[in-house]
């Protein structure tokens, strides 16, 4: 006789976190690795869960004055070349078209044939392409400011993927925009971190921390770039959006030239700004325990699944009637401005393979319907995010349900943070940086310390440190953080603290 | 003095067709050529008509069954070599990715380094590697059907290229569908077509034709390709949305098998469909006129444009109050499933210059205010397809919004429909089938015959007289075709008719 094993997932999060990471995806189908060498696919399961991203993202992005737009996937091998720190950034992980058809290779297959003029790159990201287009479209003040946002794929070519989390090929939208003052192109690179700041704890339920990243961690090319960070449940740190305040650079780098309201020509100011298919991953390795994937009720592509419960053909129809019934007046209410989600799941397979399936994928609100339930005009309601489950009168059930769905959305961001509270710590001398980073608990041996917050002078003073324990500094939060103090490390005066941590 | 041309657009669709769309497109600002060979930027008015249609079709794949996945963007050149015909199809345009980084090259440039072990294709359709997954997915007759979609850029490497309707990268939709049966197979293939033909007709305005392709215009690889075919108003053709069944040519390629309930194991059969960015391109094409774009209300980014009028402050406040409260009321309102979508144009700009500014993006309805409009309690009315003006009272404006919109709607499918009913003609002999694709109009001699309806028993016998007169056979259409007759050109015995055409 087989043991059952404990719980859905194996290996747990204490056994081996990365492993569960890559068995939570499998088990709730969200996605795979392709044959193609980094790149994956993005199942129905987690590409409607990129969807609910996009769609309520996209309608933040309109929110604050945007529009979307199209430029090509490729990039002159020459464009890259302008714009020195940027092609030094991303030179090494692309990917090179250089022919453009193929012909028999005279032993049975193919060759590359019909070499370019000039290779192209395929997109790592479009600051280069889009300021090209941006140099025609903008001669006079009149023209700014442009903000246009672009939905697309990017390819980088990783030499260590995961999925969601690093593929050589993943989905993203970047936001390019053009200023006519440094001001309202810095206002603008804060607006956009803080919608990211918004949709990552109002919609992914996911607490996040604001920051400026330090010179030697920004984008290449830019002169300021701020992110949000976010702890996982190893209490690693994951930048799961960026915002970058370009300054003048790639607009002298690709002649971004305005005629100012006095007649003189200017160099415009840009910003730049983006998130990823990556934001799965953070979902994912935030919320989900042992038993699989558990998705924050607003993002959730379905909220809730019924299986209705029988034993025959006779107790099947009544089932299914109470189930109809059931399902329309639920589904004919609004959360979160989509009307909410259901699946009936009357599949013939065992019962506690259909529950552990739906366990497994995350949906939000699991509620059994069977004779003995409709006697009691009753359903039988599992919580995915507590596990609790209970058997609920189902009117009160129908009038309850909004509030269950946000109640648990609330309940995922507050354990969330809680988390990332318990494994937060101000320090603020060497031994105990070190201690933080390199102690052991017996109990949980893949567990390191979580966020360091520091006061720092510079950041080159610590580069051995950090690169010894293999912490980075993730950002200088935008929050909380105008008194000055003393650096942790050099004893100097230091103007601002710091989040330390180990990160993806 | 300037004279003022007589239409917003030069040339005019008659003086020189070519030309006038590429114009349109300008005027309109819906995309422009980029510095990358081939590829188009779509600017943000033709990305938003590009959104339209996407959550349109969108909604019509998912209420049909079809759930939306993402597979990669490259494709190993092992995998096109496996379908013969499939190759043969694509392999001469194709973008190959050979390397995967970029090094200096000793000349103060870059070159490509870090060779592919195997070259990679960038999509130009996603059989191949999709299949590739299939063939892992399906094991039994319990996981069939799949019905997925895919939204994505794919590119062929065309040496002519014209925005929209060919360009080396452009946007689409690829659905990708398995099947235990033939009988299913090929139910797809039908209903995805009719899907096509309803979003044409029902939502582009744009009349369309369904039908199959002649083995000679078949997708390479499939077993019978379903097409719409829609008359443009130079008369040409122009292939709209294809949907293929693919028999087991691709699940033998890729060894799609399952096990059926009798345990045997089958080849399974599969089908592909799918729309582009060149619908835009047929829309522009079928719609516009010699002022420019003409949208159909159902797609339009905006319903309406208001352009308040006035003198001074003091008219500026009564007219933006008024503009303000006549906006709210119609934008309460829905149409086609979405809110009124209603632009207020107050840029100091002159008013003229502003009217043709819309009139030239083609906004349905135009209403301009001024203090006279006010003082009538009315507004002046533009329509965008009739050039119809009128002044309205404001309150019945209001009430009537949503039957002007229809009016439109309708109106631009009825003239589009007229259009190709005037320019299809039946053919029975090849002298007036010859006379038809050559006559010339000696006032428009840019115009050839349109469509001919010709009764063919086999296409390879037409094939010199097709070539000569750069006339193809479009479709065998499937209504309305179930009378036998006599081929045009042979006499011998035929079962159908096809639509004849020079296309695009």
Chains 1, 2 share one sequence.
């Not at 088990?27 to 609910?52: F, H, Q, T």
């Not at 980073?437 to 017996?442: E, G, I, L, R, S």
Request: some cysteine; aromatic content about 10%; glycine content about 6%.
């Amino acid at each position: 006789m087989n043991k059952a094993p404990k719980t859905a997932i194996t290996p747990t999060r204490v056994d081996d976190y990365p492993e569960w990471f890559q068995q939570v995806i499998k088990a709730a189908d969200l996605a795979e690795v392709s044959p193609v060498r980094g790149c994956m696919v993005i199942k129905p399961w987690g590409y409607a869960l990129w969807e609910n991203m996009q769609r309520v993202l996209d309608d933040m992005f309109k929110a604050t004055g945007h529009q979307n737009a199209y430029f090509p996937l490729f990039i002159p091998m020459s464009f890259l070349e302008k714009e020195a720190e940027h092609v030094e950034g991303f030179a090494k992980e692309c990917a090179v078209v250089t022919h453009h058809r193929l012909e028999p290779d005279g032993k049975g297959g193919l060759q590359p044939a019909g070499p370019l003029e000039e290779p192209l790159i395929v997109r790592p990201t479009s600051e280069t392409i889009i300021g090209s287009m941006y140099a025609k479209w903008v001669q006079s003040y009149r023209d700014l400011p442009i903000l246009i946002n672009q939905w697309a794929n990017v390819v980088r070519w990783e030499l260590r993927t995961r999925l969601f989390l690093r593929t050589a090929e993943f989905l993203w939208q970047e936001g390019h925009t053009v200023h006519a003052t440094s001001e309202e192109a810095l206002e603008e690179t804060r607006k956009m971190i803080d919608v990211y700041a918004d949709f990552a704890e109002n919609w992914m339920a996911m607490p996040v921390i604001q920051g400026e990243k330090t010179p030697a961690e920004r984008f290449p090319g830019a002169v300021s770039t701020l992110s949000i960070e976010s702890m996982m449940q190893d209490r690693k740190a994951l930048q799961a959006g960026t915002s970058h305040f370009l300054g003048q650079n790639f607009s002298k780098a690709q002649e971004i030239q305005f005629q100012d309201q006095d007649g003189n020509m200017q160099f415009a100011w840009t910003t730049s700004w983006g998130v990823s298919t990556r934001l799965v991953g953070a979902l994912i390795m935030t919320h989900s325990d042992d038993d699989g994937l558990v998705l924050p009720p607003k993002l959730a592509p379905s909220h809730i699944v019924i299986l209705p419960i029988y034993r025959d053909d006779e107790q099947r129809a009544a089932v299914l009637e109470y189930v109809g019934k059931l399902r329309e007046e639920l589904s004919a209410q609004y959360y979160s401005g989509r009307r909410i989600s259901i699946e009936v799941d009357d599949r013939d397979i065992r019962g506690g393979e259909k529950k552990w399936y739906h366990v497994k994928r995350g949906v939000p609100l699991r509620l059994e319907v069977g004779p003995k339930d409709i006697d009691k005009n009753a359903v039988f309601v599992g919580r995915r995010d507590t596990g609790e489950t209970k058997s609920m009168d189902r009117d009160q059930l129908v009038a309850d349900v909004i509030g269950m769905l946000d109640s648990i959305q609330t309940n995922l961001f507050d354990r969330a943070l809680k988390m990332r509270e318990e494994n937060t710590c101000e320090i603020d001398n060497v031994d105990d940086f070190r201690a933080y980073f390199t102690a052991k608990n017996p109990d949980r041996p893949e567990i390191h310390g979580g966020f360091a917050s520091c006061y720092f002078s510079n950041e080159d003073d610590l580069e051995p440190l950090l690169k010894e324990l293999k912490v980075t500094i993730r950002c200088v939060p935008l929050k909380d953080n105008d008194t000055p103090g003393t650096c942790f490390m050099t004893g100097k005066p230091a103007e601002k603290k710091a989040i330390f941590a180990k990160a993806y």
